[in-house]
T-cell receptor, first 116, second 112 residues
Framework: DTGVSQDPRHKITKRGQNVTFRCDPI?????LYWYRQTLGQGPEFLTY????????KSRLLSDRFSAERPKGSFSTLEIQRTEQGDSAMYLC??????????????FGPGTRLTVT | EDQVTQSPEALRLQEGESSSLNCSYT??????LFWYRQDPGKGPEFLFT???AGEEKEKERLKATLTKKESFLHITAPKPEDSATYLC?????????????FGTGTRLQVTL
């Protein structure tokens, strides 16, 4: 078990460019989550998948953001026409959900996005 | 709307000086309170999940407790390597939703 991995770890882009991040969850985990964290704040929920189905999206997720998990394994988060306010740490987490009560989410190292 | 408030915002302890961090929450239908540790520039590291009032869990120098309104993370005889930000989060299960709502964290510094 190698844990949740994210790529790239750091991304610097110019305003208006598109960026895409990848997350590989723990292999047997069926749920995958995306969060965003800014300096001095806790992570904020963006969206989550159960297998390949996207089950919930936050109001924070504007139409410039899109996430996919095409085969129920890795996921990508794309931000189109980036803005300076998109600068943040983007965190991916995964969990194995055998039932309602157990859903412990394990986080990856994050992708630090800087929009100049 | 779910709310999580952590206090203090920052805490400085000397090595061996025990203390507690507080997490107050408001959530309709709690389905788990989570504690994470986060080092600078890294993702949160899972510590504990508590599901019902009165529940306690321990790991090395850390002990987490839960009441109907708040949770405490007790740190006994801390060491410098315990320095980190400690995050509290709640989960309210509604249908398919399982997101975590986080507090802003307590930054702990342990000095020699």
């Amino acid at each position: 078990d190698t844990g949740v991995s994210q790529d790239p770890r750091h991304k610097i882009t110019k305003r208006g460019q598109n960026v895409t991040f990848r997350c590989d969850p723990i292999s047997e985990h069926n749920r995958l989550y995306w969060y965003r964290q800014t300096l001095g704040q806790g992570p904020e929920f963006l969206t989550y998948f159960q297998n390949e189905a996207q089950l919930e999206k936050s109001r924070l997720l504007s139409d410039r953001f899109s996430a996919e998990r095409p085969k129920g394994s890795f996921s990508t988060l794309e931000i189109q026409r980036t803005e300076q306010g998109d600068s943040a740490m983007y965190l991916c987490a995964s969990s194995f959900n055998p039932g309602v009560s157990k859903d412990e989410q394990y986080f990856g190292p994050g992708t630090r996005l800087t929009v100049t | 709307e779910d709310q999580v408030t952590q206090s203090p915002e920052a805490l400085r302890l000397q090595e061996g000086e025990s203390s507690s961090l507080n997490c107050s929450y408001t959530v309709s239908g709690l389905r788990g309170l989570f504690w994470y540790r986060q080092d600078p520039g890294k993702g949160p590291e899972f510590l504990f999940t508590l599901y019902s009032a009165g529940e306690e869990k321990e790991k090395e120098r850390l002990k987490a407790t839960l009441t109907k309104k708040e949770s405490f993370l007790h740190i006994t005889a801390p060491k410098p390597e315990d320095s980190a930000t400690y995050l509290c989060a709640v989960r309210r299960y509604t249908g398919t939703a399982s997101k975590l709502t986080f507090g802003t964290g307590t930054r702990l510094q342990v000095t020699l």
